[in-house]
């Protein structure tokens, strides 16, 4: 892989030459009508990918006049996790922000790079990733399937949880811990010596509550607003992995938006991603601080002994990764972005 020495700029190198491409557009009719958009996503309104789709719907309906209706619908009220990627590839919906890791059943598997554990330290490391030469290689790869990466939202870094504490590797052992749908999760948990179960975000609250599964991953903001606290007694605040979204458009609702329409919707998605990078630390941290407090959910600290226990255990994933999903030049581009080492 060869990554293109240019800064991803605004909502994406990726959507910034679509634009380019399709300047011809800007002189076509705008519609009768309304314009429709459908915003599909799986969170709660109050989380930092809910907040941001609410203010891409407000700024553009005020830059359009209202020639554009904004749909949002979070909290999978229309599509769950698995059935958002189709949806959009048959123009149901026109946007949806998938977690990143999901995309690897398009075969888009270099997606699932930012499912791996410890692959960056703070927001500052992964941002030299998502906005730079990696992050728009990765969005250009969308383009065959119909689809076109506009912007890397920020969530959060990731706890566990389970109903004992979860400390040393050992104390994974024979737990059913819920995951999305991502290879690489899936070694994670099985690195550990859990049992990894693949569940859409909408139903883990229940399973949870039914022992169906034992345990999860999730930032403080989805910990939060889906209600797990009151269900696990213990989180580890191990910020073992990252939780991040790509916004997705159905590449042929974009390219037949009129110009001005167009425009205004990428002004308004970048005033979205600032605001989405902008609060996620915030937002988590705030989270946590609610958890703690409703006393429901003890949150225990990740010793650096036990930390050094867990990577030496996952250092596997990183080897199965290299190995089965792309070979290395991924990681060494990650690693010369963030002057990390990395496992494995």
Do not use: C
């Not at 969170?43 to 005020?62: H, I, N, R």
């Not at 946007?95 to 960056?120: V, Y």
């Amino acid at each position: 892989m060869k990554f293109k020495r240019r800064s991803l700029i605004a909502v994406g190198g990726a959507a910034a030459a679509l634009g380019i491409a399709a300047i011809h557009l800007a002189e076509q009719r705008r519609p009768r009508g309304k314009i429709v958009l459908r915003f599909s996503h799986v969170v709660d309104p109050d989380t930092p990918k809910g907040k941001a789709a609410e203010l891409f719907k407000s700024s553009l309906t005020e830059a359009t006049g209202g020639d554009v209706n904004v749909q949002i619908f979070p909290n999978s009220t229309l599509y769950k996790d698995k059935e958002e990627l189709e949806a959009l590839q048959l123009g149901s919906v026109e946007l949806i922000a998938p977690s990143l890791g999901k995309l690897g059943p398009l075969g888009l598997r270099d997606f699932e790079m930012f499912d791996l554990p410890f692959l960056f330290n703070d927001y500052a490391a992964l941002h030299r990733v998502t906005r730079g030469p990696v992050g728009v290689d990765l969005m250009e790869r969308l383009t065959p399937r119909g689809l076109l990466g506009l912007a890397f939202w920020d969530n959060g870094f990731k706890q566990v949880s389970a109903n004992k504490p979860l400390i040393m590797p050992a104390d994974f052992r024979g737990l059913r811990m819920r995951i999305q749908a991502s290879e690489v999760l899936d070694s994670q948990m099985r690195a550990l010596g859990a049992i990894p179960d693949q569940m859409a975000l909408s139903e883990v609250l229940p399973a949870l509550a039914a022992g169906v599964v034992d345990g999860t991953e999730n930032p403080p903001s989805n910990f939060l607003t889906q209600r797990m606290y009151t269900v696990q007694k213990f989180m580890t605040k191990s910020d073992h992995g990252y939780l991040g979204y790509v916004v997705i458009a159905n590449e042929r609702f974009w390219r037949e938006l009129p110009g001005d329409i167009r425009s205004a919707a990428v002004a308004a998605l970048k005033k979205a991603s600032a605001l989405a990078d902008a609060i996620a630390q915030s937002e988590n941290d705030s989270a946590l601080d609610r958890i703690a407090s409703m006393g429901t959910t003890k949150i225990l600290a990740l010793p650096d002994d036990a930390k050094r226990s867990w990577k030496e255990a996952l250092a596997v994933t990183y080897s199965e990764f290299r190995r089965r999903r792309m070979g290395s030049h991924l990681l060494d581009a990650v690693a010369a972005a963030t002057g990390a080492s990395l496992l494995g």
